[in-house]
């Protein structure tokens, strides 16, 4: 499956978008979002599955459905080791199901509370999907390792950026320009695998 010609962003996350209008920028394509298409086509669907990539084709078939065009979904945690892996799939509801990414944020600290820095371990886990309009889909996954601060640092970035340090670095995702954060992150190593399976052989940003 080559790389359409036309996409619909299938979120109406602002900063979602911005981030994969970044990592996408080789893709060559024309990108359909809520600014530019008819809004009620890019329709909010209950994350009813399990797992990421469940979530992410939901969220893509939909889109891809309602608007007539392939679309591309991705959904993505961060999965604490010594929460046993959660809030993964959950993340976005960690604190409840319309929480803000602060209310996410002081709510997993306080799960943490008096875990040593040598158990903060954890990672960030994206699937990414391209599905067509008649539910045909390709996807891909990236992880990114990392650590937990105890406090904040940063005011880039959104969700739990603020907290999680990418193995290998010292600063916080947050605190990251958005250079640095796309080539090391979850979501960006699994939107360029997702372009290298559409598409094997072209050269990409890495």
Known sequence: MPVPPTIALATRNEHKIREIERICADWGATWLTVRNADPASFREVDETEDDYLGNALLKARAVAAGIGEP???????????ALGGKPGPLSARFAGGRASDAQNLAA????????????????????????????????????????????????????YDPIFVPAGWESAMAELTDEQKDRISHRGRAFRALRDLLEPGLPTSR
């Open 71 to 81: 679309a591309l979904a991705d959904d993505s945690g961060i999965e604490v080791d």
């Open 108 to 159: 997993l600290l306080g799960a943490l509370k008096g875990v040593p820095a040598g158990g903060r371990t954890a990672r960030y886990r994206c699937v990414a999907v391209l599905a067509m309009p008649d539910g045909e889909a390709t996807y891909a996954e990236g992880v990114c390792e990392g650590t937990l601060l105890t406090k904040p640092r940063g005011e880039r970035g959104f969700g």
